[in-house]
Structures are given as C-alpha cells and as structure tokens.
C-alpha cells in the first residue's frame, strides 16, 4: 500500500512538472510540444509500464540467479547502496553505448530518439520488450555480490533522474557540466549534428564519457531525431520498427 502511494506520488509531482513544462513552451512560443507527439509518448508510456509487470518476474529471476552464482554477498548498508549505484551507473555507461553501435541493442533503443522535439514527455519513449536485454547487463553486478534490490533500486533511480534531462527549459548548469548528466547534456545526447552523435551516453555522471572520450558540451542548437528520418506516430510501429527493420537487414544504426 506504501509502496502505492509513493510511486503515485512520484507519477503526481512528474505530471506537474510536464504541465509546467507545457506553459513554459506556450508562453515562450518554444514549440517542444505537439499534441499528437505527446498523445504517442504517452501511449508508449503506457505500454512500457504494462510490459515491466509482464517481465518483472523475469528480470529478478535473472538478478536472483546470478546473485546465487556469487562468491560473496555484500551486506545492505548505506557505503554498499553508494557502491551499487555507481556500478550501476558504470554499466549503463557501456549498455546505453552498445545500444547505439551494436545493430540488435539498437533495434530496441532507436524509439528513444525517434521524437523530432525534446521535451519532459519523451524521456519514457521507450521500448516496450527493453525489460528483456537490461537485466542482462546488471548480472556482472550480482555477481560481484552487491544486492539484487539494490541493483534494482538504483538502475531505478537512474532512469528517474534522467526523466528530469529531457528538457530545454533548463539551460547549463555551470560547474556541474561534465561532472553530472544535465539537460545540456543529454540535449547532445540527443543531437543528429555531426558534432553530437554517439556523444554523452552517461545516465547519472558524465565521469565515464570524460573517461572514454564520448563527452562533448553543448556549443551548437541541437536538431533531434534520427539521422535515418522520422519514423511514425503510431506507438506499435514506432515499438516494432527497429525489429523489423534489424530482420529485414535494412536498420542503419545511428549516424
């Protein structure tokens, strides 16, 4: 029932923060919204959070087999939640970056960038079957020992806060470009300039691109979607499409 209300709470307060998002655009004629755009990430909103009760029972059975598999079993303290989160964030890193060059991952993963605007809505565009590789990722995680609820909570929180980045109502950020994944950031992320492509990948800290040579600031007006042209509106085509087009051998990954 707690559990519930909190995430009901969570749903209420990020419903706010798209109306205000939707007034700003309107006052300030920035056009990131479009009604038939949004009405689509809501529906593809919907579906994601209808496939995540069809596979969570999947995505822990593969986080509790492997935790079985580890040698040791970190206890569940504060310093080994801290822990989990950046090892969390250290995975993301690598599969938010495979996703985008290696054809399979990016079959499920190109519906993300496929929105022509950027706003609040368009950060939950995401793929109804992704439940079935993520969970894969983490397994290196449980088995190093670190909690499998922890694993869970913080790839969780993770995709919360970058819920917050898709936005151009929130400019840099100062001294916590580069430091952090901001909205300037991930707006890069998000480019088909030349100068944006496969760049930022970090879901939390921007540590990892800096380490790997994948960060790049925010220098020029982004232009967003897909080098390869926009797709649909439809949220069944727009879900489908990287499959069909992976098994029809015509998915050009992204440039």
Do not use: C
């Amino acid at each position: 029932m707690h559990t519930g209300h909190y995430r009901g709470g969570i749903l209420i307060f990020l419903a706010i923060l798209i109306i205000a998002e939707i007034i700003w655009s309107w006052k300030k004629d920035k056009k990131a919204y479009q009604l038939d755009e949004t009405i689509t990430n809501i529906l593809i909103l919907v579906g994601f959070h209808l496939s995540k009760l069809i596979f969570a029972g999947y995505q822990l059975w593969i986080l509790g087999f492997a935790t079985d598999l580890a040698p040791f079993h970190l206890p569940h303290t504060w310093y080994t939640f801290i822990l989990t989160f950046i090892v969390a964030d250290f995975i993301y890193y690598w599969f938010h970056r495979t996703s985008h060059h290696w054809a399979p991952l990016w079959a499920f993963h190109l519906i993300h960038h496929s929105s022509p605007l950027m706003n609040l809505t368009a950060a939950y565009r995401l793929n109804w079957f992704s439940a079935l590789i993520s969970p894969l990722f983490f397994v290196p995680a449980a088995l190093i020992g670190l909690p499998p609820d922890f694993i869970v909570l913080s790839y969780a929180l993770n995709l919360l806060y970058q819920f917050f980045l898709h936005t151009e109502a929130v400019g840099k950020l100062g001294p916590i470009e580069g430091v952090l994944d901001t909205p300037s950031a991930h707006r890069v992320h998000h480019g088909t300039n030349p100068l944006y492509i496969d760049k930022n990948f970090g879901g939390v800290f921007m540590i990892w691109d800096r380490l790997f040579h994948t960060y790049q600031p925010e220098t020029e007006k982004v232009r967003y979607g897909l080098t390869t042209g926009y797709i649909s509106k439809n949220p069944f085509v727009l879900v489908f499409y990287g499959f069909i087009a992976l098994f029809s051998h015509k998915l050009k990954l992204k440039p």
